[in-house]
């Protein structure tokens, strides 16, 4: 700054140049230095920019720089500057930019606007630097390279917008700004914007159409329907086509083919198909196709989706002609023999079936209502009518299928109940599209009736005598024969009975149960066995007077009814046949017994003879009897045990045991045996033998037929404590023997045996240090 007396004329350096002022001031006014206040930048479109400084106190000046910034815009259409691209396509624009200033701190920045309702937002900057910097809406773009500016030299600036989008659309300007270095930072000290164009984005057409709008087809069979797509675009674009179904009876719209998008088609007009194999339901069907456009990373997104007309598909129902017979395979003629009917399904093709089986029980029964016995469904599931649980799982009643057309039921025993009507409904079902299978038709057979004789079951049964026992003493023995009428696979059980004179009703001898289970009196003596099918044979051993009477053989014919059960279906008795003996003297019986049936090991056993005389009373001086006792395993032969005579003498029968018997004489009817020290072989059956010895007129002795007892059980009982005290005992004595003498040989071994040598005491010289002192 250069003052005067006349004024001041101030000079200030803008960089490396150097702007002159003249200003006429005062003498004073020179005194301040020249600095600057404020620079600033004209608005847009304005020719320069303009500072502010101070030359001294109250003096202010101003400056316009000249517009320094070259702004062209490149041709985009033959009449105008507005730009049509199809969504998906690109669009270039091209603006040149160029600066007149001379100084080389003077640098040029590039920006690219887009302008719409929602005002300005940069598009890519070209910095002055030379960097380039996109906009906050545009850095996922300019990543991938769908905007991007290039310098083709000569001042022009390309930006290109690729896969363009709808919000791509607007007025697209070119703002060139300058910016200078000023105190260390950069300032931005002129600025210019141009229009380049207005862009216009239109949608990628598509057009999805339908040959048809009705369609009628027949309930299960296949549908074809065909969608016409077009597209319309400048990039490339894959279309994709989905269907979709409306029921008629629901508002729900849900997709086919159990996807979203199938698998794309590139052609620009083609015609998708959907085949569904099986319809059932009315509804309609609509096409919707979606248009996916590539993007620059190689990634697609939907750019735009149409949907056709929709095609009303109208289900015709199908009936199909089910013929259903009914037939018996199996007959009963009398009660508890099986029953077995078919029930045959044609005219089905493809389907399935199930069936149901009824029956309606005579009028006469007073239950002509139909019942509902059981039934199978498709998928093989059975269910049992109301009162026919027990009976299916007790196996009488079966539901079965012999083929996929035939469906059978059996009934293993029939009874009186099962008489009556029976039929067949048998129902076609059809499957639904989502996998559910819906009745179809249901058809019902002609019914059967099933019928049993009226024949009733009858048994006759004959006794015949093969053997009489004379004398007491003797066998009686009889043959039972029995034959049924009317009665399937019959089971016998045989009872033979004496008619008793005190009680009401017969007294059971003896009884062969169905199994083969034998029933006899405790005491008994009796034996009934099957010689062959029908053909039973009784014996009564050792006879006695009160064994005589009437016997008579009572026989009842079991049948297994169809609850597996088995039931009398006849009893019958035979004739009695009756046991007498021929004798005019005195008759003797014998009856063995004792007080206990069980005893234990080793203790003693008493049996005892009681003879009783019937007929004439005899002196006990003109009678003596020869006892003799036996023992007998069941099914073995008889052993002697001991005998005594009617002289009193006792012989005792060789015996391999421990124990011993005695045979006394308590009185002149009375005769005890005694066995002692019991033992496991003397657990069988006792009984004695006696002899009669009559005194006759002349004093002679004369023998009467002997007469045997019954047979008298016992069983041997173990006593715990007494078998297993004594090996007890003399196991833990030896124990402790043994324990001792391990004991006595381990001590001595250790004393004699393992003695070490004693350590001789090996001295150490030990050298200890002496202290100073005693040096």
Known sequence: MWCSRAGCRAGCRWLSGWVSLVVGLGVAGCRAGCRFVRVGVAGRGGTGAWWEFHAGDGVSLAWVLPDTIKLTAGKHGRHSNTIAVTQGGSFELTCLAATTAASEQTHLALTWERRDTNGASPVLTVTYHGHLQPGEEYLARYSSGDVRVMYMGDYKYVLTVGAVQPSDAGVYSCVAASWVQASGRWEKIQEKSLTVAHVNVRPVGLTVKVPVSEVQVGEGLPLNLSCLVSQESAGPVLTRVRWSFNAGSSQETRELLGVQDPDPDAQDVGAHQLVVPQVWDNGTFSCRATLWALLSNGSWYPAVEAASDPITVLVVPSVPAVVVSLNASVLPLFSEEPTELLCHVSGLDGGRLSVSWYHTPPALSGSARIRLLASLDQDWTLHVGEGYEERLERGELIVSRKDPQTFALRIQWTTEAD?????????????????????????????????????????????????????????????????????????????????????????????????????????????????????????????????????????????????????????????????????????????????????????????????????????????????????QQPGGPAVSLVTVDRMAQVRHSRRNGTSEVALERISDMEFRLRIYNCEERDARGHYCAVTPWLRSGEGGWNQQAAVTSNLVPISIRMDLLSAFKYPLLIGAAVSLLAGCLACLIGYCSVRLCCKTPPKQDTRREHRRLMSMEMD
């Open 419 to 631: 008489r009556g009507d029976y039929h067949c409904v048998s129902t076609a079902w059809k499957r639904r599209p989502e996998g559910s299978w819906v009745p179809s038709v249901e058809v019902a057979s002609n019914p059967i009736n099933i019928f049993l004789k009226g024949e009733e079951p009858a048994l006759a049964v004959n006794a015949q005598l093969m053997k009489l026992a004379l004398a007491p003493g003797g066998t009686f023995e009889m043959i039972c024969s029995v034959s049924a009428k009317n009665i399937r696979s019959p089971q016998y059980s045989v009872t033979v009975e004496k008619p008793a004179s005190l009680s009401p009703g017969p007294a059971q001898v003896i009884l062969l149960s169905r199994d083969g289970q034998i029933q006899r009196q405790p005491d008994g003596n009796t034996m009934l066995e099957m010689i062959k099918e029908g053909v039973y044979r009784f014996r009564l051993y050792q006879a006695q007077l009160q064994d005589a009477g009437d016997y008579r053989c009572s026989v009842t014919a079991w049948t297994q009814g169809g609850d597996g059960f088995w039931r009398d279906a006849a009893r019958q008795e035979s004739d009695p046949l009756t046991l007498e003996f021929q004798s005019s003297g005195p008759v003797f019986n014998v009856t063995a017994y004792t007080d206990s049936t069980s005893v234990y090991l080793g203790d003693r056993a008493e049996f005892w003879c009681i003879i009783t005389v019937d007929g004439p009373a005899v002196d006990p001086e003109d009678v003596v009897f020869e006892v003799s006792w036996f023992a």
